[in-house]
T-cell receptor, first 120, second 116 residues
């Protein structure tokens, strides 16, 4: 079974702090994703990564950055935490597809348990 | 552009009765469609997915969904609800064209309550 782990289940931080959220997957997946989940809004994509040192902005990247130095690890960084970043953060990974087969959307994403972040 | 609308934010059913969770989507390309479930304090788990094979898709825990292109719908059903089905359910669309860039788009979620 694919396992995606996140470093913390709960975090409490103060406004202005730098926050690191870590995600590790054990299935050698090329693609990794960071989402935030808010009531009524579902999950919204913050950033994703196709491979080591590769990153792409998602729908709501403002206020966030990411790092992918190793294939199995994808970090989300809040440079200066704000109260509107209080949320549940979910990491996911997915097998990549070589070449342009046009079937990228079929692969299943596997999710971690989430980190609930409270910014005071 | 792609989008997903889950028509009910909350659904309440009695144990042993059918469950219907409604989902409509829009997509510029041939879509893949997924249903995920999230139990309290747990990560998202894939229930089932449609990827252009059979339009009636069977998933885990007795759930199934039917892809109806003419109605742009992908409703999730289960004939008999169990207490363990109480959770939040997400309908998800992914464009399968390469230009779509690998993205999933999530609906807002439907929270299911199962009454004894």
């Amino acid at each position: 079974d694919v396992k995606v782990t996140q470093s913390s289940r709960y975090l409490v931080k103060r406004t202005g702090e730098k926050v690191f959220l870590e995600c590790v997957q054990d299935m050698d997946h090329e693609n990794m994703f960071w989402y935030r989940q808010d009531p009524g809004l579902g999950l919204r994509l913050i950033y994703f990564s196709y491979d080591v040192k590769m990153k792409e902005k998602g729908d709501i990247p403002e206020g966030y950055s990411v790092s992918r130095e190793k294939k199995e690890r994808f970090s989300l960084i809040l440079e200066s935490a704000s109260t509107n970043q209080t949320s549940m953060y979910l990491c996911a990974s997915r097998r990549g597809l070589a070449g342009g087969t046009g079937s990228w959307g079929q692969e299943t994403q596997y999710f971690g348990p989430g980190t609930r972040l409270l910014v005071l | 552009a792609q989008s997903v609308t889950q028509l009910d934010s909350h659904v309440s059913v009695s144990e042993g009765t059918p469950v219907l969770l409604r989902c409509n989507y829009s997509s510029s390309y041939s879509p893949s469609l997924f249903w995920y479930v999230q139990h309290p304090n747990k990560g998202l788990q894939l229930l089932l997915k449609y990827t252009s094979a059979a339009t009636l898709v069977k998933g885990i825990n007795g759930f199934e969904a039917e892809f109806k292109k003419s109605e742009t719908s992908f409703h999730l059903t289960k004939p008999s609800a169990h207490m363990s089905d109480a959770a939040e359910y997400f309908c998800v669309v992914s464009d399968r064209g390469k230009a779509a860039g690998n993205k999933l788009t999530f609906g807002g979620g439907t929270r299911v309550l199962v009454k004894p």
